[in-house]
């Protein structure tokens, strides 16, 4: 973490509590994911005990408190997904990855995650990788989406 | 045809949304006009008088929101652009956003300026990553152009404009639960009252508002309450996006009037069923709402219309079902979906969405018992009204409205042992 970043973000906030989240998606984005020292470096530039950070951080889905793959894959299953057949998307996924969702491939690749909307039904059944959304996607693409991100 | 204004700029060919396109197709003229001819309390009035309804859920008269904050030059005020957009089924805040993202920032100059705020943030959704990057630029580049900073166009208005990101919680959709969150804490909703109009972000006066909402205000500048209100029905005026998907041709984001009958937007804006296969359900305000049928076909989609008909507009999520489509199936993965987001801070929600998915997931996989389905009603009776937020009711509504309709065919997989469209859920 840059200084100056992170006094970017502090100014930002009359409470310096408020950048926790901010810090820890940086932090996420350095390391892959939000490492034990991390917590302790968080805890003690916001004055918060470690236990807090942690706390705050397990609450929401997108930080991960363990290394996982080099990128995320996230598969949506909620209603208009799965109507649309996101289920097989997710099969097809699993089968081709060698894993269950949830879990990270053996060479680091990629980790595979269920997803609830993703807000992008218009293109259901979606996938988002990153800032990339792909839809709809049926069964048969998975292969060519999977060499596209492995080369990407 | 209605007139498109929201999505206008969407159909022209190119239009990326940079300040420069935004500015060429009269973007950024309601703010000098507003801080010219308008005083904070006379432009309240305004959006009072055009009768804007909040587009994130509950449908609260905007300008009305806005009266409650106190007057008190002395208080900080805050403005929070809520564009967390997580409701299932919901996907036009991330259009208005990644699309027109000047749009939404001269809405929120214009609501900071109402009320008196001089530090506004956008909560945006965590999974709207390339969303965060447009509206990272989009902030600097009106603060370069003098939208954004101190003495906004000579005014002696100030004002600083801040994106804040959450990180995957579909909670911290509701306004207290993202003031929480973004005061860096886990977010859980906050009893009220008090309501954030009094203490809201650091316990000071706040106003959250949706990104559809802010983004009428230019218009409602621009044109007139008068010009507003005559779009739509008497309360529920303007136009709203409707983001229709599920089995249908086209689905998409349909910008109509509020009072567009469901029909039309269904058959006519959104191409009708896929493979003209039997309309069987629609959910038509998000997955929180209770879902409706064919027999509803007729009703128009603005609140009160919804309402009488025994649903909600909830966030214009539109979300169509034919008849391949198991409702045992859609009741599990709308109840697994609040199990897995309550937050658990009441009993009757942490428990009852738990026993919700759990009893459908069982009669969708064949194993119910004929006591299920008094006992999903138990549950669902036992969840509504008494909890923090309105997450408990949003997940029982639902499941209610799914056995009324629907009754004889979470019987059949009962009687049957098996689930008679061969899905079997599970996950
Ligand atoms: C569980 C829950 C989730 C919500 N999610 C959202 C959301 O994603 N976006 C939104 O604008 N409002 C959401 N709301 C509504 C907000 O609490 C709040 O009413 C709204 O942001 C106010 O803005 P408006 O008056 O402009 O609609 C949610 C409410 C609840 C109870
Ligand atoms: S109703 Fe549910 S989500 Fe809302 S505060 Fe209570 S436990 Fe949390
Ligand atoms: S249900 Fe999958 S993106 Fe909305």
């Not at chain 1, 057949?85 to 996924?93: Q, T």
């Not at chain 2, 940079?18 to 010219?36: D, F, N, S, V």
């Not at chain 2, 909890?387 to 009711?393: A, E, G, M, R, V």
Request: glycine letters at 12%.
């Amino acid at each position: 973490m840059k200084e100056e970043t992170v006094q970017q973000i502090l100014s930002r906030y009359a409470h310096r509590r408020s950048a926790l989240l901010p810090l820890l998606h940086l932090c996420q984005e350095e390391a892959g994911y939000v490492t034990p020292e991390a917590i302790g470096q968080l805890g003690e530039r916001l004055g918060l005990s470690p236990t807090q950070v942690a706390e705050v951080a397990t609450f929401y889905d997108m930080f991960r408190l363990k290394p996982g793959g080099r990128r995320e894959i996230w598969v949506c299953h909620n209603l208009s997904c799965s109507l649309l057949g996101a289920e097989e998307v997710v099969r097809r996924l699993e089968e081709r990855l060698g894993v269950k969702a949830g879990e990270t491939t053996p060479d680091g690749a990629f980790t595979l995650r269920r997803f609830e909307c993703l807000a992008a039904c218009e293109i259901a059944p979606v996938i988002q990788v990153g800032p990339d959304y792909y839809g709809p996607v049926r069964p048969e693409d998975i292969d060519a989406l999977l060499e596209r991100l492995r080369n990407g | 045809m209605s007139e498109k204004v929201l999505t206008k700029r969407f159909e022209i060919s190119g239009y990326r949304g940079t300040i420069e396109e935004y500015l060429a197709t009269g973007g950024y003229q309601a703010i000098p006009r507003a801080l010219k001819e308008y005083s904070p309390e006379s432009l309240i009035d305004l959006v009072r008088r055009s009768g804007l309804r909040g587009r994130g859920g509950a449908g609260f008269p905007t300008g009305v929101k806005w009266g409650f904050v106190p007057k008190d030059p002395t208080l900080t005020k805050y403005l929070v652009c809520n564009a967390d957009e997580s409701e299932p089924g919901t996907f036009k805040d991330r259009d208005l956003i990644t699309r027109d993202p000047h749009q939404l920032l001269e809405g929120i100059i214009l609501a900071s300026y109402a009320i008196g705020c001089r530090t506004a943030y956008i909560y945006l959704r965590g999974e709207f990553v390339a969303g965060a990057v447009i509206m990272e630029q989009a902030i600097q580049d009106a603060a370069a152009h003098g939208f954004l900073g101190n003495n906004i166009l000579g005014s002696g208005f100030n004002l600083k404009v801040h994106l804040h990101r959450g990180a995957g919680a579909y909670i911290c959709g509701e306004e207290t639960a993202l003031l929480e969150s973004l005061e860096g804490k886990r977010g859980l909703p906050r009893l009220k009252p008090p309501f954030p109009a009094s203490a809201g972000l650091y316990r000071l006066p706040t106003v959250v508002n949706n990104v559809e909402t802010l983004c009428n205000l230019p218009h409602i500048v621009l044109r007139g309450a008068e010009w507003f209100s005559s779009i739509g029905s008497p309360k529920s005026t303007g136009n709203r996006i409707f983001s229709v998907s599920g089995h249908v041709r086209r689905p998409g984001n349909y910008e109509l009037p509020m009072d567009v009958p469901m029909r039309e937007l269904i058959f006519q804006h959104a191409g009708g069923m896929r493979g003209d296969r039997r309309l069987k359900a629609v959910i038509p305000g998000g997955s929180s709402v209770p879902v409706l049928t064919e027999q509803h076909l007729d009703t128009r989609m603005d609140f009160e219309s919804l309402a009488k008909a025994g649903s909600m507009a909830g966030s214009g999520g539109v979300m169509v079902m034919d008849d391949s489509t198991c409702m045992v199936r859609a009741g599990e993965i709308v109840a697994r979906f609040y199990h897995h987001e309550s937050c658990g801070q009441c009993t009757q929600c942490r428990e009852g969405t738990a026993w919700l998915h759990k009893t459908l997931r069982r009669i969708e996989a064949g194993r119910g018992r004929k006591v299920d389905m008094d006992l999903l009603m138990d549950i669902c009776d036992n969840m509504k009204g008494k909890t923090i937020c309105p997450l408990s009711d949003a997940a029982a509504m639902p499941i209610e409205s799914y056995l009324k309709y629907f009754g004889d065919e979470f019987e059949q997989h009962i009687v049957e042992r098996a689930c008679p469209f061969g899905s079997g859920g599970g996950s």
